[in-house]
C-alpha cells in the first residue's frame, strides 16, 4: 500500500501539490507517488519541494545563535513545527486500474484533500515495465534533466539489475530525443552519478 | 547462430535500388557481411534477399561531431543501436509465399518491395533450401553461404544447359571451381566434357599454386575419364598414361583457322588473306603442307606472283607460319583421326581431357588445336541433333567444352569467326554449350558475354573486368560491390541461368581426402570391397 506522506492541497489534470504530513520529510525528488481519485489511482513524480512559512507573509528568522545542535531550535521552540509546512509538487505520469497502468494523464484530476502514498519497490517496478511515461517528463519546462536523471535513479533501486533498467531506460530516452544527442549525454551522465 | 535471429526492420527502399534495413540494437554490424542472405516478412509475402552494403547510421548528426562519452560503458550501452545504429542495404531478389500454389511454384522474381517497417531476418536453413534447392544425399553441391554451414546446390543439369563462364583473377581459384563444376556435370551425368587442359589442371596430378599435387579427374573417376596428350612426352614425364596420343595432320588445317591466329602470329589483315589463296592454288586440303614445304626465297617469290600476292607479304607469313613445324603433334597426315577418337569417347558419355603438355605454354598451338577441334566436333555434334529431330531418335548426350584464356578466341574481332563464338549464341540448340574460364572478361565480345547463361566469378578488382561480368544483371551497382568483397581464395558469386539468384559461397573444399571422399572417389581398396561384394551378389555365395 505504500506509507501516507501527506494530502494534496492543489490540483490540476497534469500536476498537483501537496502538502506533507511530516516538516522537511517530503519524499525525494523523482519518486514515484500515488494517489487517488475515485477508482482510479493516479501516479505522479515528484518534481520539486519546499518548506516555508504557513502565512505568506511572515518569514521565518533565525534563531539559533545560542544553540549548539539545529534539533535544539525546534526542542525549544514547538510552535515553530506548527507555523511551517512542507509540500511539493508531482508531475501525474499515468494512471492504474485494478492493477492496470497507462501511462497518459488521467480522465479527472485528483481532488483536493485526496491522501497521497510513497509508492512500494514492487509497484515502481511494475508501473516501469513501460517507460512511455518518460515523455511527459522529457516536456517539463524547468529542470527536466534533473528529474529525468532522478526519476531513473529512483526506479532502478526497485530492480535487481539496476543497470539492465537503466539501460533500458536510456535506450527508450535515446529514442524520445532523438534529435538531441547532447541532452541525452548529459542526463546519461547524471543517471550514472 | 541462432535461426530465424531477427536483424532489424526496413526503413525505406526502390524496387531497382533495394532496401534500407535498420539494425536492432543488439546486432552488430560487424556480424553482418555483405552477401549474407536474409528474408524480409511483408505483409502478404515473403522476400529474399542479399546484403550488399553495410553503413553506420547516426538518428543526430550533429553526434559526429560532438560524440558522446562512449568510454563509459552504460552510455555506450545507451547509445548502441538508439542515437546511432547499423543500416545494411539489402537487394531483394525472390518472393517466397507459404500457401500451396507458390509452395509447387517456387520462389518468383520479385516485382514489388516489402512494405514500412517490415521485419528482416537473417535466412534461415530451410529458406535458402527452398531458393537454392535443397542438396540430398550424394547430389552434387557448390559450397556452403558466407558464414553458415548449409550446403547449397548448383544444379549440373541446368548449368549445362547454357553456356558458363567462370571468371576471376589469377590465382583467385578458378581452376578449382572449373574443376568442381566438371566433377559436377560428371558425377550427375548432366552432359560430357571435353576440356581443353592449357596447364594441366584437369586430367592427373594437377598441381596448386602452393605446389601442392591434388587429385585429377582421371585419378577421382577412372574409366569415366580419357586422358588424350598433345605432348605425349611431357604426359610421361609427369607418370599420366594418355589414353590417345593426339596427332592432328596438315590437312585438316583449314584457311579458316590460320585467321584466328592472326593476333598470336602477328599476321597482317593482308596476309590473314593469303591461306584462301594458297587453298585455291593446291587446290584443296594440302595447302598448308605444300606452302610449308617452299623453300627459298625465290620460290616463294614464284608462289606470290602465281597467286597474285604481294611478295613480301607471303615471305612474311612463311616466316610466321614455320612456327607450326615446331609443333611436333602437327603430322603431314595423321594415321587415325584425333577427332574421331574424342568423338567416340563422348558417345560412350567417358569425358575427354586434352592435355597440352609443354605446348599449354604456346598460346598458337592451343588456339589452333581447340579451335579445330572444335569446328569438327561441333559440326557432328550439329548432324546428330539435326538427324536426331527429324527422325525423332534420341539426341546426343549435351557436350560440355571448357576452354581457358578464353578471351583469346572471344575477344570482340574473332569471336564472329571461331566456333566458340557460334556456340556461345547458338547456345543449347545443338545439345553443345562451352564452359569458358578467363582471367581478363573485358577481352571477351560483349555479345558472347550477354549469352553466358550462368556466371560464376571470384574476385575481380579490375574495374572493366567487373562491369563486363555484370553486364545485363540487375542490381548490378550493389553486386558489384558485393564481388570487390570477395575473398581473394574460395569464394564466388554465382549468377545467371542457373541459379534462382546471384548467390555468394565459400566454394567446397578440394584437395583433402575429405573432400575426395564426398566427391564421391574411392580409394582402390574400396573399390575392390565393392567390387568382392558385387561378385558376392551376383553368385550369392
Known amino acids: 500500500m505504500g506509507s501516507k506522506i501527506g494530502e494534496v492541497i492543489k490540483s490540476s489534470t497534469e500536476s498537483f501539490m501537496a502538502e506533507c504530513y511530516e516538516l522537511h520529510i517530503p519524499p525525494s525528488f523523482g519518486s514515484l507517488v500515488r494517489t487517488r481519485e475515485g477508482n482510479i489511482d493516479i501516479y505522479a513524480v515528484v518534481s520539486g519541494a519546499s518548506t516555508a512559512s504557513i502565512e505568506a507573509g511572515r518569514r521565518p528568522i533565525a534563531r539559533g545563535r545560542g544553540d549548539v545542535n539545529e534539533e535544539d531550535i525546534y526542542l525549544s521552540n ?22 492496470k497502468f497507462s501511462q497518459y494523464m488521467p480522465p479527472r484530476p485528483a481532488r483536493i484533500h485526496s491522501f497521497v502514498y510513497a509508492c512500494e519497490p514492487d509497484e515502481i517496478a511494475m508501473f516501469n515495465q513501460s517507460l512511455a511515461y518518460l515523455s511527459v517528463l522529457v516536456d517539463v519546462p524547468e529542470r527536466s534533466n534533473e528529474l529525468i536523471a532522478a526519476t531513473l535513479r529512483n526506479a532502478a533501486v526497485s530492480y535487481s539489475e539496476p543497470r539492465e533498467f537503466l539501460v533500458r531506460a536510456g535506450k527508450e530516452l535515446a529514442l524520445m530525443i532523438a534529435g538531441d544527442t547532447n541532452r541525452l549525454n548529459i542526463i546519461l551522465k547524471k543517471v550514472k552519478a | 547462430m541462432t535461426e530465424d535471429r531477427k536483424l532489424g526492420f526496413v526503413i525505406s527502399g526502390a524496387l531497382t535500388k533495394g532496401i534500407d534495413v535498420r539494425l536492432d540494437g543488439d546486432i552488430s554490424v560487424e556480424d553482418l557481411a555483405v552477401g549474407r542472405y536474409v528474408t524480409i516478412e511483408g505483409q502478404k509475402r515473403r522476400f529474399f534477399g542479399m546484403v550488399t552494403d553495410v553503413t553506420l547510421d547516426a538518428s543526430d548528426q550533429r553526434m559526429m561531431s560532438a560524440p558522446p562519452d562512449v568510454s563509459d560503458p552504460f552510455i555506450a550501452d545507451v547509445i548502441n543501436g538508439t542515437s546511432t545504429f547499423g543500416r545494411v542495404h539489402v537487394l531483394p531478389m525472390l518472393t517466397i509465399g507459404d500457401d500451396a500454389v507458390s509452395l509447387v511454384e517456387g520462389p518468383q522474381p520479385v ?37 553458415m554451414e ?111 591466329l592472326k593476333e598470336t602470329l602477328g599476321l597482317t589483315d593482308l596476309a590473314v588473306g593469303v591461306p584462301y589463296k594458297l587453298a585455291r592454288y593446291f587446290k584443296g586440303r594440302k595447302w598448308l603442307e605444300g606452302f610449308l614445304a617452299v623453300e ?21 607469313f612463311h616466316r610466321r607460319l614455320s612456327v607450326l613445324k615446331r609443333m611436333p603433334f602437327l603430322v603431314s597426315e595423321a594415321k587415325s583421326s584425333a577427332i574421331d577418337s574424342i568423338l567416340g569417347y563422348l558417345e560412350r558419355g567417358i ?41 525423332g531418335s534420341a539426341k546426343p548426350l549435351p557436350l560440355v567444352i571448357t576452354i581457358e584464356e578464353a578471351h583469346k578466341f572471344l575477344s570482340h574481332e574473332l569471336a564472329g569467326q571461331t566456333i566458340f563464338g557460334t556456340i556461345a549464341r547458338e547456345m543449347r540448340k545443338y545439345n553443345v554449350t562451352l564452359l569458358v574460364i578467363d582471367q581478363r572478361p573485358s577481352g571477351i565480345d560483349e555479345e558472347v558475354m550477354s549469352q553466358l547463361g550462368t556466371k560464376i566469378t571470384c574476385l575481380l578488382d579490375n574495374e ?69 561384394k558385387d561378385l558376392k551378389d551376383l553368385f550369392a555365395e
Do not use: C
Not at chain 2, 171 to 181: I, M, N, S, Y
Not at chain 2, 201 to 221: A, N, R
Not at chain 2, 359 to 388: C, F, K, M, P
Open chain 1, 78 to 99: 514547538p510552535q515553530l513545527e506548527k507555523l511551517m509546512r512542507t509540500e511539493f509538487t508531482a508531475m501525474v505520469v499515468g494512471h492504474g486500474d485494478s492493477g
Open chain 2, 111 to 147: 516485382k514489388t518491395v516489402p512494405s514500412h517497417f517490415s521485419v528482416v531476418r537473417e535466412a534461415s536453413e530451410k529458406d535458402i533450401g527452398s531458393v537454392f534447392g535443397s542438396v540430398a544425399e550424394g547430389q552434387f553441391y557448390i559450397g556452403t553461404p558466407l558464414d
Open chain 2, 150 to 260: 548449409i550446403k547449397v546446390r548448383l544444379d549440373p543439369h541446368k548449368l549445362v544447359e547454357r553456356s558458363a563462364g567462370v571468371f576471376g583473377k589469377t590465382g583467385t581459384g578458378k581452376t578449382f571451381l572449373a574443376r568442381l563444376l566438371l566433377i559436377g556435370i560428371l558425377q550427375e551425368r548432366a552432359a560430357v566434357n571435353l576440356v581443353f587442359d592449357m596447364h594441366n589442371d584437369y586430367g592427373w596430378s594437377p598441381m596448386t599454386e602452393g605446389k601442392l599435387e591434388v587429385k585429377g579427374l582421371k585419378q577421382l573417376f577412372g574409366s569415366k575419364v580419357a586422358i588424350f596428350a598433345l605432348d605425349a612426352e611431357s604426359a610421361r614425364r609427369r607418370k599420366v598414361s594418355p589414353d590417345y596420343e593426339v596427332k592432328i595432320g596438315y590437312d585438316e588445317i583449314e584457311p579458316d583457322d590460320i585467321a584466328l
Open chain 2, 296 to 316: 627459298g626465297i625465290e620460290a616463294l617469290n614464284e608462289l606470290a606472283n602465281s597467286i597474285g600476292e604481294n611478295e613480301a607479304t607471303v615471305a612474311a
Open chain 2, 351 to 391: 569425358h575427354v581431357v586434352l592435355d597440352f603438355g609443354r605446348y599449354g605454354d604456346n598460346i598458337a598451338a592451343y588456339i589452333l588445336v581447340a579451335n579445330l577441334l572444335t569446328r569438327r566436333i561441333h559440326s557432328t555434334y550439329r548432324e546428330r541433333t539435326e538427324r536426331a529431330v527429324a527422325e
Open chain 2, 464 to 532: 572493366r573486368d567487373v562491369e563486363n561480368v555484370l553486364m545485363g544483371v540487375s542490381g548490378k551497382g550493389e553486386l558489384k560491390s558485393v564481388l570487390a568483397k570477395l575473398d581473394s581464395k574460395q569464394q564466388a558469386l554465382i549468377f545467371g541461368y542457373a541459379v534462382p539468384m546471384p548467390m555468394v559461397v565459400k566454394t567446397r573444399d578440394y584437395g583433402t581426402a575429405q573432400s575426395y571422399k564426398e566427391l564421391g572417389f574411392r580409394e582402390a581398396l574400396g573399390r575392390k570391397k565393392d567390387s568382392d
